[in-house]
């Protein structure tokens, strides 16, 4: 390729345009010979993969961008993969474009469109993007239940991608914004600590709902010189509460076994929960650790949260 060319692919993860490789000097026939030789790998009308072999998921996302044209940015799950949102990356290319403009559908790309383009763009990162917070706020629009938005919500803040502050301006600068309600509660518990989706429920459906004192949350504690973290921490009457998310595994749990054990030599009390028990059973769970609680000095009163709880 020419010298400028090789260059361009270089910052596009391999990906070119036909447009790109005419501007540098290469012409149709000699695309057209690269394409059938192998060497080129045709993605979408008129862009390429300039390497043969499995394609990268910058490849597919490059490619996607130039495929919408000027002014198109990556956003929901496919901008989440470059800002580390997302661990996996998607099977389809997600691009945002503006509201008028014109693209071809493709198989493989999911075309978004808006009038606040601009506004939502990331202003350096490359490959083009959103924001992070709209990034955030698209996948929030886009959630299908309440544990969704929560999990992206507290995501973009336990990674330290944004803050809830800035989650709140973009979500106050959008003039619709489904789950506005919702995301504004999670964000003010977001504020206080709650890094997930069952730590939201427990604070809510365990502590809230029936007058059990308010736990500190990601408390750090020293551990046989090592750090370790506790969910929620009652220092007060020395009881921590574990909760073990839906994806839980055996080298975890044994890890976890061994804190709650040196809990226990400490003279402390350790209970631990999962999804089921908050989620399904919450009234249970409360009066549990309200008991312990009690057991250690707390001297106030298990609340019923209505005329089947079972927690008092």
Same mark, same amino acid.
């Given at each position: 390729m020419p010298p400028n060319l090789d260059q361009l692919a270089e910052a596009?993860?391999?990906?070119?345009?036909?447009?790109?490789? @005419?501007?540098?000097?290469?012409?149709?026939?000699?695309?057209? $010979?690269?394409?059938?030789s192998g060497r080129w790998q045709p993605l979408y009308p008129g862009v390429y993969a300039s390497y043969s072999g499995p394609l990268v998921p910058q490849t597919r996302a490059w490619?996607?961008?130039l $495929?919408?044209?000027?002014?198109?940015v990556l956003s929901h799950r496919s901008a989440a993969f470059e800002q580390r949102l997302l661990d996996i990356a998607p099977d389809l290319a997600e691009v945002t474009v503006r509201a008028t403009h014109r693209v071809t559908p493709q198989p493989g790309i999911v075309l978004h469109r808006t009038r606040h @383009? *601009?506004?939502?763009?990331?202003p350096a990162r490359r490959p083009p993007q959103t924001r992070v917070e709209d990034t955030v706020l698209d996948l929030v629009e886009a959630a299908q239940d309440e544990d969704e938005v929560i999990g992206w919500l507290t995501r973009g803040v336990q990674r330290r991608l944004t803050t809830p502050d800035r989650l709140s301006a973009a979500a106050v600068a959008r003039g619709r914004l489904r789950h506005r309600r919702l995301v504004g509660a999670v964000l003010a518990e977001v504020v206080d600590g709650i890094a997930s989706p069952l730590e939201l429920r427990y604070a809510r459906d365990v502590e809230r709902r029936h007058?059990?004192?308010?736990?500190?949350?990601? @408390?750090a504690d020293r551990q046989?010189?090592?750090?370790? &973290? %506790?969910?929620?921490? &009652?220092e007060e009457f020395t009881t921590y509460v574990e909760l073990d998310g839906v994806l &839980? $595994?055996?080298?975890?749990? @044994?890890?976890?076994? *061994?804190?709650?054990? *040196?809990?226990?030599?400490r003279g402390a009390a350790s209970l631990r929960y999962g999804w089921a028990q908050v989620n399904g059973r919450p009234c249970l769970v409360a009066g549990q650790v309200g008991a312990v609680l009690q057991c250690r000095g707390w001297t106030? %009163?298990?609340?019923?949260?209505g005329p089947r709880c079972s927690a008092a």
């Amino acid at each position: 390729m020419p010298p400028n060319l090789d260059q361009l692919a270089e910052a596009q993860a391999g990906a070119v345009s036909r447009s790109q490789a @005419l501007t540098s000097g290469l012409s149709g026939s000699a695309i057209a $010979h690269r394409c059938s030789s192998g060497r080129w790998q045709p993605l979408y009308p008129g862009v390429y993969a300039s390497y043969s072999g499995p394609l990268v998921p910058q490849t597919r996302a490059w490619a996607a961008l130039l $495929h919408a044209g000027a002014g198109s940015v990556l956003s929901h799950r496919s901008a989440a993969f470059e800002q580390r949102l997302l661990d996996i990356a998607p099977d389809l290319a997600e691009v945002t474009v503006r509201a008028t403009h014109r693209v071809t559908p493709q198989p493989g790309i999911v075309l978004h469109r808006t009038r606040h @383009l *601009e506004a939502r763009r990331h202003p350096a990162r490359r490959p083009p993007q959103t924001r992070v917070e709209d990034t955030v706020l698209d996948l929030v629009e886009a959630a299908q239940d309440e544990d969704e938005v929560i999990g992206w919500l507290t995501r973009g803040v336990q990674r330290r991608l944004t803050t809830p502050d800035r989650l709140s301006a973009a979500a106050v600068a959008r003039g619709r914004l489904r789950h506005r309600r919702l995301v504004g509660a999670v964000l003010a518990e977001v504020v206080d600590g709650i890094a997930s989706p069952l730590e939201l429920r427990y604070a809510r459906d365990v502590e809230r709902r029936h007058g059990l004192p308010r736990g500190r949350r990601g @408390l750090a504690d020293r551990q046989r010189g090592r750090r370790v &973290y %506790r969910d929620v921490a &009652y220092e007060e009457f020395t009881t921590y509460v574990e909760l073990d998310g839906v994806l &839980y $595994h055996r080298d975890q749990q @044994l890890r976890d076994d *061994e804190r709650d054990n *040196e809990l226990v030599v400490r003279g402390a009390a350790s209970l631990r929960y999962g999804w089921a028990q908050v989620n399904g059973r919450p009234c249970l769970v409360a009066g549990q650790v309200g008991a312990v609680l009690q057991c250690r000095g707390w001297t106030g %009163r298990i609340l019923r949260c209505g005329p089947r709880c079972s927690a008092a």
